[in-house]
């Protein structure tokens, strides 16, 4: 199996290694497997890198955002989405994976305060996500991993609805007729990845008037295990 890996970080992010790290461990798969493209600095970002990929994977953005703009490889990755889609290959995509596959199908992604999540979250299936062939086998309502500030407001026609949590309606979908996922929360961290992740990114999350010990403290505290999760990768594999 090749597991093509495309993620967007810029080469001195810190949570670049960590991200594949991650990806590797859920999967089951033998590091081997897979080959990783970074979006940030991969030129041209065409078709030709899809070829011999038995599926692919999306994972994080570090410093990016959509609804931010700005960078030149947005539209050739959002293109590279669409190609996806139309080959059916295979996919599971994740956190900035989840929106940059609803925005290059023509849904709305914007920045919500009131919709940003960071931590452990308890999200609930929808009658789809339950009825769905990866998802059926979770409990309805199970803990996910999370940290986004950007949010999908409404997703593209023809995208099945899968799950959604309290502060965020849009969690999970799928392309009908095609093996491709995308989830807003990352299956592919534990919550140990996800409190690494938090505290190598500390200097953006300390409140005011906190001090480090205290933020530190409160990462701890908003973080809880995801065992259903984080089976959600080699199972997805297992179905392709």
């Known amino acids: 199996m090749k597991i093509l890996l495309l993620h967007a970080r810029d ?23 897979f080959a990783q493209i970074n979006l940030t600095t991969t030129s041209p970002l065409g078709p030709e890198l899809l070829e011999g990929a038995s599926c692919v994977m999306v994972g994080g953005s570090g410093a990016y955002s959509l609804v931010k703009g700005g960078a030149d490889w947005f539209e050739p990755m959002l293109e590279l989405m669409r190609e996806i889609v ?28 009131d919709r940003a999540e960071l931590g452990t ?52 979908v799928r392309v009908p007729g095609a093996p491709i996922y995308a989830t807003q929360f990352h299956p592919e961290l534990t919550d140990q990845d996800n409190i690494k992740r938090y505290l190598r990114y500390l200097e953006h999350y300390i409140l005011p008037g906190e ?19 984080n089976s959600m990768i ?6 392709i």
């Open 234 to 239: 080699e199972r997805f594999l297992s179905l």
């Open 11 to 33: 080469p001195d992010d810190p949570i670049l290694d960590h991200e594949f790290e991650c990806f590797v461990a859920r999967s089951g798969e033998p590091e081997a497997s």
């Open 86 to 113: 139309a080959r059916k290959i295979p996919m599971f995509a994740s956190c900035f994976g989840f929106q940059a596959l609803v925005v290059a199908l023509g849904g709305e992604l914007r920045a919500e305060r």
């Open 121 to 172: 979250y308890a999200l609930t299936l929808t009658d789809e996500g339950r009825a769905d062939p990866l998802f059926s086998e979770l409990p309805a309502t199970f803990d996910v991993q999370l940290g986004h500030n950007d949010s999908v407001m409404s997703l593209p026609d023809g995208l099945v609805h899968l799950a959604s949590t309290e502060r965020c309606l849009y969690q999970a």
């Open 211 to 229: 001090s480090v010990a205290q933020a530190e403290e409160r990462a701890y505290s908003m973080h809880r295990p995801s065992v259903a999760a």
